[in-house]
C-alpha cells in the first residue's frame, strides 16, 4: 500500500493537545478544591491495607485443645481436649494466645509474615472470575442464539428471537434476582453458579444480535458462491461465512465483554463478594467511601482497560493478514 | 430415465418462475444443453437471463417445470443438491472470491471439504488450475490484491477444482475494467477448446460470435429465438432480436 499524503489530521498544531491537558487539569482541580471544601476528612494511607494486607498468613488451631509454647517461643504446640491429636507449628512473627491457653477451633493461634491479598483484591480476582466464565458459556451460546436468528426454519428463528427479545426486555438486576431465587432453588445452584448462569443468559443475547449483524454483513453472494462448490449450509458457515463475520464482529463484541464485567458488579447483590460487594465491606470497616470508591473505579478500570489493549492488539494482527 | 438422450447434460422442460411480488421471471422455457456444447445466452437487462442459469444449480427456486442435469432432477425434493452443485461449476458476475482466504485456499477449500481429497492431490490440482488461468505467482495473494481480471480467473479456477462437468458463467466480464476483460475471455475461451460444456450469460457479442455452438436470445422472461452464431448474428430471424441488436452496435 503506497501512503497517501499526510492527511491533515496528522498535522493538527500541538496546541490541541495542550487544550486537553488544560481541560483534564480544571477538571481535576475543581474535583480537589470541591473535596476541600466539604467536611470530610480523606485517609488514603488506609486503602493500600485492603487491597494487599501486610498482616500475614493467620494460624488457626484445627481443633478445641490447650497450647504449649516452647521456651525459645518459636515452637507452638497444640493437644487436643477430648482425643490424643497433636499438632505443632513454628515459622511464626507474632503469638496471639499464652501458654497453657484452652483455645477451640478455627481461633487464630498466630501470625505469619508476609502479604496477601486484601479484600479488594479477592473481590477483582471474584469479579474476574465470574466474568471469565461467564464469557466462556456466553459466547457459544450467542454463537447458536446468532445462528438461529439467520436460520430459515422458523422453531429455530423464532425460538431465537424470543429469548432475544426475553433478555433484552428485562432489566439484568431482575434476571439476576429469578437466576438467584427461582431457578438457583428449583435446581440448587449456589450462588455462583445461579451468577455465573445469570450474566452469560443475558450476555449471550447481546451476543447473538452481534453475531447475526455479522453474519448479515457479509455479502450475499459469499453464501451463494460457497453452495454453488457443493457445501452444505454448516460448512459454507463454518468455512466461509464465519470467519469473516466474527472478524467484523470483534470491536462490538469487545464492548459486550466490557459490559459484562461492569455487569458482574450486580451479583454483588447474592451474597457473592465481588469487587462492588467487597467495597462496600471496606466502606464499613474503614468509615471512608470516597477513597474506596475511586480505588474500586480504578480497579474496574485495570480490567476493562487491559481487554480493550488485548483486543486491540488482536485487531491490528488481524488486520495484517 | 430410459429414453433419455445420453449427449444431453442439461433438459429444461416447461420451466416458470414468478416472484413473490407477481413478477413473472421466466415463461415456460424449454432448453437442453448437450455435452461439450457453449451455448451463450443473451438479452436486455432484465430479461430473465441470469435468474435462467441461476436455475440450472438451484440458486433460485423454480414455480412449474422440471430441470435436469446429468439425469437428476434438481429442483425435486429428494434432490440431493450439494452432490449435484459438484457437478456443476459456476462463476459470478461480481467474483464472490472468499476474501480472507489466498487465491490457493480459495481453489483448493471445495475440494477439501467436500469431495474429500487428500491436501497434496488438491494442492498439487489447484497450482495447476492457476497456472492455466495465467496465475502461478499469485497463489498466496489474497483477493484484495488482485485486479477484477486476475479475481475472475480465480473464481474460474476454483470452479474448475471441482472437475465439473458443466461450467455457468453469470456475466462474467460485466463488473470489470475494460482492459481487464480479455484476459478473462481467452481463459474462457481455452476452456471451451478444450470441449468443456459452458453456459454463458454475456454481453460480450464478439465472444459469442467467435466461441459459441449456440445462441440464445431472451426478452421478457422468454427464450425468442435461438440459432448457430453466424445465422444469429448475420441475418437474425426475428424483430425483437435485430432490435436488440441494433440497439448494441448503436452504442
Same mark, same amino acid.
Not at chain 1, 502479604?115 to 479488594?120: I, S
Not at chain 2, 421478457?220 to 440459432?227: A, L, R, W
Given at each position: 500500500m503506497s501512503s497517501p499524503a499526510k492527511k491533515p489530521a496528522d498535522r493538527v498544531p500541538w496546541i490541541w493537545h495542550g487544550v486537553y491537558a488544560l481541560v483534564i487539569l480544571a477538571i481535576g482541580a475543581s474535583l480537589y478544591f470541591a473535596s476541600k471544601r466539604i467536611d470530610y476528612s480523606w485517609h488514603w494511607e488506609r486503602l493500600p491495607e485492603y487491597v494487599i494486607s501486610t498482616e500475614g498468613e493467620e494460624i488457626r488451631a484445627s481443633f478445641d485443645g !490447650?497450647?504449649?509454647?516452647?521456651?525459645?517461643?518459636?515452637?507452638?504446640?497444640?493437644?487436643?481436649?477430648?482425643?490424643?491429636?497433636?499438632?505443632?507449628?513454628?515459622? !511464626?512473627?507474632?503469638?496471639?494466645?499464652?501458654?497453657?491457653?484452652?483455645?477451640?477451633?478455627?481461633?487464630?493461634?498466630?501470625?505469619?509474615?508476609?502479604?496477601?491479598?486484601?479484600?479488594?483484591?479477592?473481590?477483582?480476582?471474584?469479579?474476574?472470575?465470574?466474568?471469565?466464565?461467564?464469557?466462556?458459556?456466553?459466547?457459544?451460546?450467542?454463537?447458536?442464539?446468532?445462528?438461529?436468528?439467520?436460520?430459515?426454519?422458523?422453531?429455530?428463528?423464532?425460538?431465537?428471537?424470543?429469548?432475544?427479545?426475553?433478555?433484552?426486555?428485562?432489566?439484568?438486576?431482575?434476571?439476576?434476582?429469578?437466576?438467584?431465587?427461582?431457578?438457583?432453588?428449583?435446581?440448587?445452584?449456589?450462588?455462583?453458579?445461579?451468577?455465573?448462569?445469570?450474566?452469560?443468559? !443475558?450476555?449471550?443475547?447481546?451476543?447473538?444480535?452481534?453475531?447475526?449483524?455479522?453474519?448479515?454483513?457479509?455479502?450475499?453472494?459469499?453464501?451463494e458462491a460457497a453452495r454453488s462448490l457443493g457445501m452444505s449450509y454448516p460448512q459454507s458457515m463454518r468455512y466461509v461465512i464465519l470467519p469473516q463475520a466474527l472478524r467484523k464482529t470483534l470491536p462490538p463484541l469487545t464492548g459486550q465483554f466490557i459490559n459484562l464485567i461492569k455487569d458482574s458488579s450486580l451479583v454483588s447483590v447474592m451474597a457473592l463478594t465481588d469487587l462492588t460487594k467487597a467495597g462496600r465491606e471496606v466502606v464499613s470497616s474503614t468509615f471512608s467511601p470516597f477513597e474506596v470508591w475511586f480505588s474500586v473505579a480504578i480497579l474496574y478500570l485495570l480490567l476493562t482497560g487491559s481487554l480493550s489493549l488485548v483486543v486491540r492488539r488482536l485487531e491490528k494482527r488481524l488486520a495484517h493478514d | 430415465m430410459t429414453d433419455r438422450n445420453p449427449k444431453l447434460l442439461i433438459e429444461a422442460s416447461g420451466v416458470s418462475k414468478q416472484f413473490?411480488?407477481?413478477?413473472?421471471?421466466?415463461?415456460n422455457i424449454s432448453l437442453t444443453v448437450e455435452r461439450g456444447e457453449v451455448l451463450c445466452i443473451i438479452g436486455p437487462s432484465g430479461s430473465g437471463k441470469s435468474t435462467l442459469l441461476r436455475t440450472l444449480n438451484a440458486l433460485e427456486e423454480i414455480s412449474e417445470g422440471d430441470i435436469q442435469v446429468n439425469g437428476h432432477s434438481v429442483h425435486s425434493s429428494k434432490a440431493d443438491l450439494n452432490r449435484l452443485r459438484t457437478q456443476v461449476g459456476m462463476v459470478f458476475q461480481q467474483f464472490n472470491l472468499f476474501p480472507h482466504m489466498t487465491a490457493l485456499e480459495n481453489v483448493m477449500l471445495a475440494p477439501l471439504k467436500v469431495l474429500k481429497q487428500s491436501e497434496s492431490e488438491v494442492r498439487a490440482r489447484a497450482e495447476q488450475l492457476l497456472a492455466k488461468v495465467g496465475l502461478a505467482d499469485k497463489a498466496q495473494s489474497h483477493p484484495a490484491q488482485l485486479s477484477g481480471g486476475q479475481q475472475q480467473r480465480v473464481a474460474i479456477a476454483r470452479a474448475l477444482a471441482m472437475q465439473p462437468s458443466i461450467m455457468l458463467f453469470d456475466e462474467p466480464t460485466s463488473a470489470l475494467d475494460p482492459e481487464m476483460v480479455g484476459e478473462v475471455l481467452e481463459v474462457m475461451k481455452a476452456l471451451a477448446q478444450e470441449g468443456m460444456t459452458m453456459c454463458v450469460v454475456t454481453h460480450e457479442m464478439g465472444f459469442a460470435r467467435a466461441v459459441a455452438h449456440r445462441v440464445l436470445f431472451m426478452d421478457h422472461g422468454e427464450i425468442v429465438y435461438q440459432d448457430a452464431p453466424v445465422a444469429f448474428f448475420d441475418a437474425p430471424r426475428n424483430e425483437r432480436l435485430r432490435n436488440f441488436l441494433g440497439q448494441i452496435l448503436k452504442s
Amino acid at each position: 500500500m503506497s501512503s497517501p499524503a499526510k492527511k491533515p489530521a496528522d498535522r493538527v498544531p500541538w496546541i490541541w493537545h495542550g487544550v486537553y491537558a488544560l481541560v483534564i487539569l480544571a477538571i481535576g482541580a475543581s474535583l480537589y478544591f470541591a473535596s476541600k471544601r466539604i467536611d470530610y476528612s480523606w485517609h488514603w494511607e488506609r486503602l493500600p491495607e485492603y487491597v494487599i494486607s501486610t498482616e500475614g498468613e493467620e494460624i488457626r488451631a484445627s481443633f478445641d485443645g !490447650f497450647v504449649e509454647i516452647s521456651e525459645d517461643g518459636k515452637t507452638l504446640t497444640m493437644t487436643e481436649m477430648k482425643g490424643a491429636g497433636i499438632e505443632t507449628f513454628s515459622g !511464626f512473627s507474632q503469638v496471639l494466645v499464652g501458654q497453657g491457653d484452652l483455645v477451640f477451633q478455627n481461633d487464630v493461634l498466630a501470625r505469619k509474615p508476609g502479604m496477601r491479598p486484601g479484600p479488594l483484591l479477592i473481590g477483582l480476582w471474584l469479579t474476574l472470575k465470574i466474568s471469565a466464565i461467564s464469557l466462556v458459556f456466553a459466547l457459544p451460546l450467542g454463537l447458536i442464539v446468532g445462528l438461529g436468528r439467520v436460520a430459515r426454519n422458523p422453531a429455530a428463528r423464532n425460538l431465537a428471537a424470543t429469548y432475544v427479545e426475553i433478555i433484552r426486555g428485562t432489566p439484568l438486576l431482575v434476571q439476576i434476582f429469578i437466576f438467584y431465587f427461582f431457578i438457583g432453588t428449583v435446581l440448587q445452584l449456589s450462588a455462583f453458579t445461579a451468577g455465573v448462569a445469570a450474566l452469560s443468559v !443475558f450476555t449471550g443475547a447481546y451476543v447473538a444480535e452481534i453475531v447475526r449483524a455479522g453474519i448479515e454483513g457479509v455479502a450475499r453472494g459469499q453464501m451463494e458462491a460457497a453452495r454453488s462448490l457443493g457445501m452444505s449450509y454448516p460448512q459454507s458457515m463454518r468455512y466461509v461465512i464465519l470467519p469473516q463475520a466474527l472478524r467484523k464482529t470483534l470491536p462490538p463484541l469487545t464492548g459486550q465483554f466490557i459490559n459484562l464485567i461492569k455487569d458482574s458488579s450486580l451479583v454483588s447483590v447474592m451474597a457473592l463478594t465481588d469487587l462492588t460487594k467487597a467495597g462496600r465491606e471496606v466502606v464499613s470497616s474503614t468509615f471512608s467511601p470516597f477513597e474506596v470508591w475511586f480505588s474500586v473505579a480504578i480497579l474496574y478500570l485495570l480490567l476493562t482497560g487491559s481487554l480493550s489493549l488485548v483486543v486491540r492488539r488482536l485487531e491490528k494482527r488481524l488486520a495484517h493478514d | 430415465m430410459t429414453d433419455r438422450n445420453p449427449k444431453l447434460l442439461i433438459e429444461a422442460s416447461g420451466v416458470s418462475k414468478q416472484f413473490a411480488n407477481g413478477t413473472q421471471a421466466l415463461k415456460n422455457i424449454s432448453l437442453t444443453v448437450e455435452r461439450g456444447e457453449v451455448l451463450c445466452i443473451i438479452g436486455p437487462s432484465g430479461s430473465g437471463k441470469s435468474t435462467l442459469l441461476r436455475t440450472l444449480n438451484a440458486l433460485e427456486e423454480i414455480s412449474e417445470g422440471d430441470i435436469q442435469v446429468n439425469g437428476h432432477s434438481v429442483h425435486s425434493s429428494k434432490a440431493d443438491l450439494n452432490r449435484l452443485r459438484t457437478q456443476v461449476g459456476m462463476v459470478f458476475q461480481q467474483f464472490n472470491l472468499f476474501p480472507h482466504m489466498t487465491a490457493l485456499e480459495n481453489v483448493m477449500l471445495a475440494p477439501l471439504k467436500v469431495l474429500k481429497q487428500s491436501e497434496s492431490e488438491v494442492r498439487a490440482r489447484a497450482e495447476q488450475l492457476l497456472a492455466k488461468v495465467g496465475l502461478a505467482d499469485k497463489a498466496q495473494s489474497h483477493p484484495a490484491q488482485l485486479s477484477g481480471g486476475q479475481q475472475q480467473r480465480v473464481a474460474i479456477a476454483r470452479a474448475l477444482a471441482m472437475q465439473p462437468s458443466i461450467m455457468l458463467f453469470d456475466e462474467p466480464t460485466s463488473a470489470l475494467d475494460p482492459e481487464m476483460v480479455g484476459e478473462v475471455l481467452e481463459v474462457m475461451k481455452a476452456l471451451a477448446q478444450e470441449g468443456m460444456t459452458m453456459c454463458v450469460v454475456t454481453h460480450e457479442m464478439g465472444f459469442a460470435r467467435a466461441v459459441a455452438h449456440r445462441v440464445l436470445f431472451m426478452d421478457h422472461g422468454e427464450i425468442v429465438y435461438q440459432d448457430a452464431p453466424v445465422a444469429f448474428f448475420d441475418a437474425p430471424r426475428n424483430e425483437r432480436l435485430r432490435n436488440f441488436l441494433g440497439q448494441i452496435l448503436k452504442s
